[in-house]
């Protein structure tokens, strides 16, 4: 589902200082106290804070985020409550988000929460459309924005929500929001008992939520209104989203995919064993010097497009929150091929609009001044983009929790093998390795020498780094790529690469492949490797798994057996506790935050940090299904 530009709010005040929406014709929260509004309203109408008292999790969804009044005042609550849930899950719909400047100054009004704002506004999200996760409150507080149009976006949304909090503005200036079809997709988003508070008494929208199953009651609402609607969802629908009793888990694999997946765990509260054949962490495919990051935009935004660009900005944040990582935010500069190149490239990222801070289009000029070399043709410039060493990301994701995290290395696993309800790894010997109830698979290549993985239609692509002694070449103070890419000096070298090859299992290094990266080099840079003698070139050879369709395979692993025909995802039947991050290819430092958030998020029952139907798009099952599907040739 492609997503559309999105058009951010613009801050207006009325007479008596209200903030308010030209747009809509209508005011963000009551003049008569906002605080004092979210608290009655929405805290007091779902029964809060006593209903999230003792749990371990509580979901809140809210139809229209405006100025975070009610996404504050909630987590005040919770930070006052001496019986909180251990974790509150926030999801907020926003069709015309503020941005972070223009929130700090609607945010003023309420300086009870000046501490939190900050935060909030610290880890604001560029305005991109789809799905931001933020954590806050050392991880305790997960805000999930949906940017984007609530009507459509809300059923993009997947989680189990306990409490609604129907705000927005009123039925008559944004009617799509209180919708029929909008409370047909609460329903389905109800969890047992779940409730739901809004200030509207509208009869239309009386309806619609009676329609869905929810009881109503008119309580006494909040000045000037007299009255307001509170509701329970009646369903008896059984518990679809238990969380695990069983907090452990191991993980194969400690390149970038298996590290992620266990830092995420660990920040979960689980006890992680990792497994990992070679005698380091961040080997394998992850042990490049380092790799570029930036997201891939295209005309249509499509499916690589979207989930790049959430990926880019999920490993962004991680990145801030490990100090012992090494990246640099230099700017990736995406140089045109040629003179039709660099229109598509531009009519992109106007077609887009995405903000400047995330892409934007550069003339030859101006990315000539960017590169301080003359060039032809201008780009993708990417500001927020750069390089990361994958085996210091690898290193501070497994270390960050290390009263959560064992780290096994030299260790050869096996096989696995059921028992009960524990999955155990077991060396060649027969010896058991490590047994938990939760096994994720993240070898990479390897992942298919397991016979639960044998059917995985994964393929190993061999790349070739080249490393150019820094003395050898210009200086480069961004990453820039084209046919082939240079990065600026890391430890004494600039790199330059990759090459890549199928069907191709050679590890040594080659003589070939060193000056066909020199080659695409002076393709891209002309002359800026003149005189490097490929001879006496050194490098890296790694192996990359890589999907048919180029996309991360992440999720719970079904069954070997052919699905039938007419068989979907969810009907699937599945391995009991064995889960997958496999597949990430060339984007491994760009997949790698988000799609540990995406398999943890799925392993606990919590809600999904991306729209469903990428998370589809992304669930190892979908080969069996195509296959299934695919005519028989006679």
């Known amino acids: 589902m492609a997503a559309m530009p999105l058009q951010p709010a613009r801050l207006e005040f009325t007479t008596a200082g209200t903030p308010f929406s030209a747009v ?28 999230w008292q003792d749990r371990e999790r509580f979901v809140i969804l809210e139809t229209g985020f405006g ?44 300086p009870e929460f000046a501490d939190l704002a900050a935060t909030l506004r610290h880890h604001w999200p560029p305005l991109t459309p789809g799905t931001h996760r933020l954590h806050l409150d050392d991880g305790r507080i997960v805000l999930t924005l949906v940017f984007g149009d609530t009507a459509t976006q809300l059923r993009e949304v997947d989680a189990a929500v306990d409490a609604f909090f129907l705000d927005g503005f009123a039925p008559a200036s944004n ?18 008992g779940a409730t739901l508070a809004t200030w509207c008494l509208a009869r239309p929208v009386r309806d619609a939520l009676a329609t869905v199953e929810f009881d109503l009651e008119r309580h006494p609402g909040f000045a000037p209104r007299r009255e307001m609607l509170v509701g329970r969802f009646r369903s008896r629908r059984p518990e679809r989203r238990p969380l695990p009793a069983d907090r452990r888990a191991i993980v ?53 497009s979207r989930l790049t660009r959430a990926g880019f900005l999920a490993t962004l944040a991680l990145l801030q929150s490990l100090p012992a990582a090494r990246w640099s935010l230099c700017g ?79 260790v050869a696993v096996d096989r696995l093998e ?31 020498h397991f016979s639960q993985f044998a059917w995985l239609p994964q393929i190993a692509a061999r790349g070739q780094v080249s490393h150019l002694p820094a003395a050898a070449t210009p200086p480069l103070k961004i990453v820039v790529c084209k046919h082939g890419y ?28 060193h000056c066909d990266n020199l080659a695409q080099l002076e393709l891209t840079l002309p002359g800026f490797a003149a005189g490097i003698d490929p001879v006496q070139l050194s490098g890296r050879v790694g192996f990359r798994p890589l999907s048919p369709d180029r996309l991360p395979i992440v999720g719970p692993v079904p069954a070997a057996s052919a699905a039938a025909s007419n068989s979907r995802l969810h009907n699937l039947p599945r391995l009991p506790g064995l889960w997958c ?54």
């Not at 005011?27 to 109408?45: I, K």
């Not at 251990?86 to 400047?101: Q, W, Y």
């Not at 997946?261 to 992850?286: D, F, Y």
């Open 418 to 448: 059921r028992a009960k309800t524990n999955w155990q790894a077991l060396a060649g010997d027969g010896s058991v390795l490590a047994e938990a109830p939760v096994v994720v698979m993240a070898t990479g290549v390897a992942a298919r």
């Open 67 to 110: 100025l975070g009044l009610n996404f504050l005042a909630t987590w005040q609550a919770w930070r006052s409550d001496p019986c909180r849930c251990r974790r509150l899950h926030f999801i907020s719909l926003e069709k015309h988000p503020f941005t972070a400047t223009d929130l700090a100054v609607g945010q003023q009004a309420w």
């Open 581 to 634: 991050a496999q597949g990430y290819g060339t984007r491994g430092i760009t997949w790698s935050a988000l799609m540990a958030d995406l398999l943890v998020s799925r392993i606990e029952g919590d809600p999904l940090p991306l729209e469903r139907d990428l998370v589809d798009a992304l669930d190892p099952g979908r080969f069996l299904i195509r296959s299934a599907r695919r005519p028989v040739r006679t």
């Open 252 to 304: 194969i694999g400690a390149g970038i995919a298996g590290s992620t997946v266990a830092h995420r765990l660990a920040a979960g509260g689980w006890q992680v064993t990792v497994l990992e054949q070679a005698a380091t962490p961040g080997q394998g495919a992850s042990g490049n010097l380092a790799g570029m990051l930036r997201p891939l935009p295209s005309p249509d935004d499509n499916r690589i």
């Open 24 to 51: 809509f014709k209508d005011v963000y929260h009551s003049a008569h106290g906002g605080p004092a509004q979210a608290r009655h309203v929405f805290l007091g109408g779902n029964g809060l804070p006593q209903r």
């Open 486 to 513: 240079a990065t600026p000096v890391v430890d004494g070298y600039c790199l330059t690469g990759a090459t890549l090859s199928l069907d191709d299992d050679e590890t040594g290094e080659r003589l070939a492949d």
């Open 175 to 192: 009617p799509e929001m209180w919708s029929l079809p909008v409370c047909k997709a609460l329903a389905r988003l109800a969890a047992p």
């Open 332 to 410: 990736v500069l995406h140089l045109a091929r040629d003179t039709g190149h660099e229109a598509q490239q531009r009519h992109t990222a106007e077609r887009l609009g995405l903000p400047p801070e995330v892409v934007q289009f550069v003339a030859a000029a101006a990315a000539s001044e960017l590169l301080q070399r003359p060039l032809d043709t201008g780009g993708w410039w990417f500001p927020g983009g750069g390089w990361v060493q994958p085996p210091s990301l690898c290193c501070a994701a497994l270390t960050a929790f290390p009263e959560r995290i064992t780290i096994r290395c030299a």
